[in-house]
């Protein structure tokens, strides 16, 4: 006779369910936070859209501000491992730049990547702000990393390494602003379409 | 004997006291939001930057609405007129392209640039936000037509104007998040680097 499974869940089940719900809570909360932007959505909300309650929310989180800073953590974690792949990428330093800004506009299409666009530091308490501004300098920085490696080995050409990597960052970052998934364009048409643009800009001629 | 000045003010220097003491509140809330936020900031916040009450502040806006809305007017005026001068600039497609991204880029660098470009729509009520849509909407529209003329005789070179105009407002608007008046690039040597930079990814090859 087979074994039956268990009508109890495992430790690992548990974990799992509990994650899976933290994530929802973050995930209601980033698309609110998008829509009406923080200062307008209560703890109410994000419990009223998911059918829960507030205190169920507590269980996860300890203030609408730690809501906030965990949704920024999933979103700047994707970019974090945007760079990562980026970095692992063979071939010339245009290609890996090429590589990281497409990920870096899709990215910013999503839900959690247009809410590290859309808040502002201000929004933040201080010790989130400081994580958070820590993180989004390390994206930045790597951003310029990897500008500067295609400059280097002539892939790109460049006369000002800065201006031209705020100029790549608010090119695609603007994106979080207009982006909508009303299925003109995919948010992969889009990237590619960008990208290519502001690669073929930076090309040596 | 030469006439005394009168020791009353006449209706035109009542006017342009009133004028110049309604640009007064409207820049120090624009400053006030642009640092800490809209929500943030209170009329009472506003009017002790301005060391006078909020009763005063009353006197020429009916809430802080109102004094968003107009703050976001005078920006968006500057950037009408901005687009206005780049359509007197004699000469090529590409001369009054950048024309007006240079006025563009260094408005967004001044205190009511900056809060057109950090204001979410949903931060205005109803009938603000409709107009606010409308005047973005027009700026929006001037520079993909600059754009597109300068395709069309010839001077630039682009395969999806749409995108293109997306990403030229998103390079230049992007310096309302990080440009600092710290003396280390002026905002004209800023406007300039990053113009250059994205004229050049244009240009026929």
Request: hydrophobic share 45%; proline share 2%.
């Amino acid at each position: 006779m087979p074994d039956l499974p268990s009508p109890f869940a495992s430790k690992a089940q548990r974990d799992q369910a509990r994650h899976a719900k933290k994530e929802a809570v973050l995930r209601a909360a980033v698309d609110l936070f998008n829509e009406r932007g923080f200062h307008a959505t209560s703890l109410d909300d994000i419990a009223s859209r998911l059918g829960i309650t507030k205190p169920a929310i507590y269980h996860y989180f300890g203030n609408k501000d730690q809501v906030l800073f965990h949704g920024l953590t999933v979103g700047m974690e994707q970019l974090r491992a945007a760079v990562d792949e980026a970095r692992r990428h063979s071939g010339r330093g245009v290609d890996r730049l090429r590589a990281f800004l497409i990920l870096y506009a899709e990215i910013n299409m999503t839900a959690f990547g247009r809410c590290v666009i859309l808040t502002e530091e201000h929004e933040l308490m201080d010790a989130s702000r400081r994580r958070f501004r820590t993180l989004k300098r390390e994206i930045d920085t790597a951003l310029r990393e990897l500008l500067r490696e295609a400059v280097e080995d002539g892939t790109v050409v460049t006369s000002d390494l800065r201006l031209t990597a705020f100029a790549l960052a608010g090119a695609l970052g603007w994106v979080a602003r207009w982006y909508k998934d009303d299925g003109q364009q995919s948010a992969m048409q889009i990237a590619n379409g960008l990208v290519d643009g502001l690669i073929k800009g930076l090309a040596p001629r």
